[in-house]
């Protein structure tokens, strides 16, 4: 397996337009999850789902973030509009079976809002 | 409540001494316990894992990591360090709760001096 690939893997773009971060997940992984990292606030949860259901987006800073898996294999992080202090690193993961079990780490999406 | 402290946020060796990056704990159940690497510009990799069997763990990359109940620590060493081991490294902390429940430390950088 190719493991957990993320496109694009870097974007830059500017205050207000949308972005639309992708994640594949290993195929066979019942969970999939969105981190940002950030040297302010380290490695943040976002949101997290289970067999294509999100289950907890109590991470998720606000409105203008949403994210969606219409199927097992694709899943979507969209932040409209965008903000410089969104400038991060995204990264999506997935686990087989348990959501608290070995996470596998996509290489990550390197976002700057200028 | 679950916790992860790690108490250095920077460690800096002489290539082929030995490597120790500490990390503290607290739970409320019995933990399970793992270590992350991150290389630059690289998602989040599994170094070794504790689910309440040997407490002596054995990870990739020549890496162990000894939980101990009593300190509630979970250790990471190698005794050798490589050039290929600066990165920085995540203590991890969950209860098996779901992902709400994964704590992440703040990392800590190794710096592996030639």
């Known amino acids: 397996d190719a493991g957990v690939i993320q496109s694009p893997r870097h974007e830059v773009t500017e205050m207000g337009q949308e972005v639309t971060l992708r994640c594949k997940p290993i195929s066979g992984h019942d969970y999939l999850f969105w981190y940002r990292q950030t040297m302010m606030r380290g490695l943040e949860l976002l949101i997290y789902?289970?067999?294509?259901?999100?289950?907890?987006d109590s991470g998720m800073p606000e409105d203008r973030f949403s994210a969606k898996m219409p199927n097992a294999s694709f899943s979507t992080l969209k932040i409209q509009p965008s903000e410089p202090r969104d400038s991060a690193v995204y990264f999506c993961?997935?686990?087989?079976?348990?959501?608290?079990?070995?996470?596998?780490f996509g290489p990550g999406t390197r976002l700057t809002v200028l | 409540a679950q916790s992860v402290t790690q108490l250095d946020s920077h460690v800096s060796v002489s290539e082929g001494t030995p490597v120790l990056l500490r990390c503290n704990y607290s739970?409320?159940?019995?933990?399970?316990l793992f270590w992350y690497v991150q290389h630059p510009n690289k998602g989040l990799q599994l170094l070794l894992k504790?689910?309440?069997?040997?407490?002596l763990v054995k990870g990739i990359n020549g890496f162990e990591a000894e939980f101990k109940k009593s300190e509630t620590s979970f250790h990471l060493t190698k005794p050798s360090a490589h050039m290929s081991d600066a990165a920085e490294y995540f203590c991890v902390v969950s209860d098996w709760a779901g992902a709400n429940n994964l704590f992440f430390g703040t990392g800590t950088r190794l710096t592996v001096i030639p």
């Open positions: 993961a997935s686990s087989l079976h348990n959501p608290a079990d070995e996470q596998f």
């Open positions: 504790y689910t309440s069997a040997a407490t």
């Open positions: 789902f289970n067999n294509n259901v999100p289950i907890d």
């Open positions: 739970s409320s159940y019995s933990p399970s």
